[in-house]
């Protein structure tokens, strides 16, 4: 069975990165969710994409400026507002990891740390991830090879897996010398061959975002290991059709 995370939570009907979003996701039948996490300047593991608060939020600057005291004031939904009145808060990591301890969904973290490196940050997500006991339960991702190198290196059993935007050849393999175990391709990026070679190869694939429905449709039919998308509830309702 093809899994379903959902891209920051159920991000195509709340506002992205937020417990709000991360709560529908759930109630509309993901497997999972994806997040994204960075460092604020007194070191609390935040929940946000961008590297700047601009575009989600009422204020202005880079993430890594603020203190998370700082950043709670903010709005996360103060340019959605027109679908979510509700106010929504940037949420810490930890609030959602004590959340999950409350499911069973699994959790795609990744580290957003290709241009802001971020120093330390591998060890104190996976510390993190220890604390809440959701080793068996996380995935880490990142386009920055070295850093999923040195997950590894800090935790060999933590499951990681490689992000990219741009397709090239074998990329089983590619995964294979920096230890991941899975494959977390932009959907343009990768063939459905070459999604079934790098299943068969144990590494197992989950594209991103696949929001039409003839792309679901698609990637269920070959048993994908599991695609990330905007809209759970729909992803959910289509998989049960196909199934019954």
Not at 40 to 66: C, K, P, Q
Not at 188 to 216: H, Q
């Amino acid at each position: 069975m093809t899994f379903i995370l959902a891209h920051r939570g159920s991000a195509g009907t709340h506002p992205e990165n937020t417990m709000e979003s991360f709560i529908a996701a759930e109630k509309a039948g993901a497997d999972g969710i994806e997040l994204d996490v960075q460092l604020t300047a007194d070191h609390e593991i935040v929940v946000i994409h961008d590297l700047t608060v601009d575009r989600t939020t009422n204020g202005s600057g880079y993430v890594h400026e603020f203190t998370f005291k700082e950043l709670s004031k903010l709005k996360a939904n103060y340019h959605s507002t027109h679908f979510f009145k509700k106010k929504c808060r940037i949420p810490a990591l930890r609030e959602v990891f004590t959340w999950l301890c409350s499911n069973s969904l699994l959790c795609n973290i990744e580290l957003k740390n290709a241009v802001t490196r971020y120093r330390g940050m591998e060890k104190m997500v996976i510390d993190l991830i220890r604390d809440y006991g959701l080793e068996k339960r996380v995935i880490l991702s990142s386009f920055n090879r070295q850093s999923l190198v040195h997950c590894l290196e800090i935790n060999p059993d933590i499951q990681t897996a490689l992000l990219y935007n741009e397709a090239f050849c074998r990329p089983w393999e590619y995964a294979g010398t920096l230890g991941a175990s899975g494959l977390h391709p932009k959907l343009k990026c990768i063939t459905d061959k070459d999604i079934l070679a790098s299943m068969e190869y144990g590494v197992a694939v989950r594209p991103y975002t696949v929001n039409k429905e003839k792309d679901m449709k698609r990637l269920f039919s070959i048993n994908c290991s599991a695609i990330i998308t905007d809209y759970p509830g729909r992803a959910y309702r289509l998989r049960e059709q196909i199934q019954y």
